[in-house]
């Protein structure tokens, strides 16, 4: 057996084991991809063709893409932070890999939300990967003119963990072009971050040195090249990129409109009002199993990342109800909150003391009429907002080791900052002092010449 049929076998052997919750199921469009070779041949290579860990890598894939519904990002981006042109792609490398560039001059830190950034990112990352058919992609990190605030490094965090562990044998090389000083430390930080053979791709370049990785045809002019495009956001041939499987997504119906199943009686019916109780911010809703057999339920969103789900699946024999509880996570804009779509999905089951296993293998094999959906809207009273619309983290000490990294270098710039200011500040006295002390030197020496020509005509 090839290394291909090897893998595609320990992961079939795999899922037999059941898939966690979440997701509790895979997307079908991501399990098609075990038929491709490209693909797996990808993985493998990322994983220096070591199987078992090339397994772990697709299992982690499809986890991620699920709870991210990495598939329909584009339904739950924000399009104006798209059509903004931080990101775009443009012109290849002198080994012909399409420049994702990244123009950080744009961006200002607080004006945006990271949340909806990083989904921006994934939004790109899966449309040029599937326009590209999967072949490697430069980043460019144009830094040309910025400063501290122009960057974020946590967003750059992810695009690094993304290309990491969820993108398999997609960057080519990394280009920082005209970094400053400044950011030095910034970027140590992202160093730590990749795998020696990932700092090896990293290249720090100048206007001088970018013609050794991006010819002067396929460079923009503010680098110094010939090519004078201005970015305008292009949409995506969607028919061209899509498979043929397509998955309902929560776009596709309307606000008002969600499955009339016999199974679940949803309580309200279409929409989660959220409140502010204490310190959280929270909605719930009930579901009420209304069928005569058992049924199983799982809940699914838009923002996995923004809420807490409790419980987010579980077993309902018939007539039972279930509160469900949500809650959002701190450090959101709450007026994002609207956006948010809920999916709960259920479907019939033997009995209610079911193994995870046989639960696993029934949402996995279910699909269509088995699978009754009901979809419902979230609401924020608009009086009930705080005044920057942003829910508080309760938790000041991170323990992320790059925010962390990030803070302690946003301080020394300020301490330096305000060094650099203390000593313009000392020199402009001291040029005072010299021009006073000048002034004074020529005015003794006038007084003196006068003196003398006193003492002569006398």
């Not at 700092?199 to 040195?209: G, Q």
């Not at 969607?238 to 997504?249: H, M, Q, Y």
């Not at 009420?288 to 309902?316: A, W």
């Not at 313009?424 to 005015?443: C, E, H, N, R």
Request: proline share 4%; hydrophobic share 40%; with cysteine.
């Amino acid at each position: 057996m090839n290394k291909l049929g090897e893998l595609r076998a320990l992961f079939q052997e795999k899922l037999k084991n059941g898939i966690p919750h979440p997701p509790g199921r895979f997307d079908q469009r991501d399990l098609e991809r075990l038929k491709d070779n490209k693909y797996l041949t990808r993985v493998l290579q990322h994983c220096l063709g070591k199987t078992d860990a090339a397994v772990n890598m697709l299992w982690s894939i499809m986890i991620w893409r699920c709870n991210v519904n990495a598939w329909d990002i584009r339904d739950t981006v924000r399009m104006d932070y798209v059509k903004e042109g931080l990101f775009f792609p443009r012109g290849r490398d002198v080994d012909g890999c399409l420049l994702f560039i990244i123009k950080w001059k744009l961006y200002n830190k607080g004006q945006k939300n990271v949340e909806d950034l990083k989904k921006v990112v994934v939004y790109w990352l899966e449309r040029l990967e599937k326009e590209e058919d999967g072949r490697p992609i430069t980043l460019f990190f144009d830094m040309d003119g910025c400063g501290m605030n122009n960057i974020e490094v946590e967003i750059v965090a992810y695009m690094i963990s993304l290309l990491k562990s969820y993108y398999p044998n997609f960057i080519n090389i990394i280009i920082i072009y005209q970094m400053p000083w400044i950011m030095s430390a910034g970027f140590r930080i992202i160093k730590g971050l990749l795998p020696a053979r990932g700092v090896e791709k990293m290249k720090f370049v100048s206007k001088d040195t970018l013609k050794e990785f991006v010819a002067p045809e396929q460079a923009l002019t503010c680098w110094g090249g010939k090519d004078n495009y201005i970015f305008e956001f292009v949409p995506e041939n969607r028919s061209n990129l899509e498979p043929a499987l397509k998955k309902v997504t929560f776009a596709e119906q309307g606000d008002n409109q969600h499955s009339l199943g016999e199974m679940l009686r949803i309580t309200p019916n279409d929409t989660i009002v959220f409140k502010a109780e204490n310190d959280d911010i929270s909605g719930q809703f009930t579901i009420t199993n209304m069928d005569e057999s058992v049924v199983s339920f799982k809940i699914r969103t838009t923002s996995p990342e923004k809420f807490r789900v409790r419980p987010s699946s579980g077993v309902l024999p018939s007539g039972v109800s279930q509160t469900i509880l949500i809650v959002v996570q701190p450090g959101f804009h709450l007026r994002t909150v609207t956006k948010d779509r809920f999916l709960v999905m259920s479907v019939q089951i033997p009995k209610d003391d079911i193994s995870q296993k046989e639960l696993s293998d029934i949402w996995q094999n279910s699909s269509g009429s088995k699978v009754d959906e009901y979809r419902l809207k979230c609401h924020f009273p608009e009086k009930s907002l705080p005044k920057n619309g942003n829910l508080a983290d309760k938790s000041p000490e991170k323990s992320d080791s790059v925010t962390n990294a990030l803070n302690n270098l946003q301080m020394n710039y300020e301490i330096l900052h305000k060094q650099v200011n203390k000593l313009k500040i000392y020199q402009f006295m001291t040029l005072i002092l010299t021009a006073i002390a000048v002034l004074l030197g020529y005015l003794v020496y006038k007084n003196t010449n006068e003196y003398e020509k006193y003492c002569e005509r006398i």
